[in-house]
């Protein structure tokens, strides 16, 4: 079963992104606006308790963290991806890392916070979006203070499997 690590923001951001994402990004139905902590995995039931194990230690180690938001950003032109940029910062990069340690170097890429809101647009979609967004004074901050545990049902939508508090021990 494939499961993902990320973390939900507010639903201040997330009605924000869907104003978007509602047009822009093909995967709109399958999850709500997230930021991916872990991308899609693989793992057996039998290895399922032992991985919540150390999701649960890394998030009571990792105290709750600033997310900024402050522009619209592209992944092109290695693909047509429009995202909300993530100001970087220690404990953020800190958590990715420590979730993402034991992943071949394929999956180690270099992290780039981000909240997508475009995806598989044709190159005219893209850059009719991106020109837009580059004009409007974009800015959010909050706190995150939790990070989920995913799996994917087999009509491809995400589901949390379980949440866990930072900082906390539970």
């Known amino acids: 079963m494939k499961y993902g690590i990320a973390f939900f923001p507010s639903k201040q951001l997330q009605d924000m992104a869907n104003n978007y994402r509602k047009r822009y ?4 139905l399958w999850i709500p606006p997230h930021i991916t902590l872990k991308p899609p995995y693989e793992l057996k039931e039998d290895q399922l308790e032992q991985e919540m194990q150390r999701i649960h230690t890394i998030s009571s180690k990792t105290p709750p963290f600033p997310l900024t938001i402050y522009k619209a950003d592209t992944f092109y032109p290695k693909e047509n991806k429009i ?10 990069l800190s958590l990715y890392e420590a979730l993402n340690e034991q992943q071949n170097s394929k999956e180690n890429e270099e992290f780039t916070p981000h909240l997508t809101i475009g995806q598989d647009l044709t190159n005219d979609e893209h850059f009719d979006v991106v020109d837009q967004l580059k004009m409007k004074d974009i800015h959010h901050e909050e706190i995150i203070d939790q990070i989920q545990f995913l799996y994917q049902l087999d009509d491809k939508y995400w589901t949390v499997y379980e949440t866990f508090h930072l900082g906390k021990e539970e």
């Open 83 to 92: 995202f909300l940029k993530i100001k970087s910062n220690d404990i953020l």
């Open 25 to 28: 990004d093909s995967h709109y």
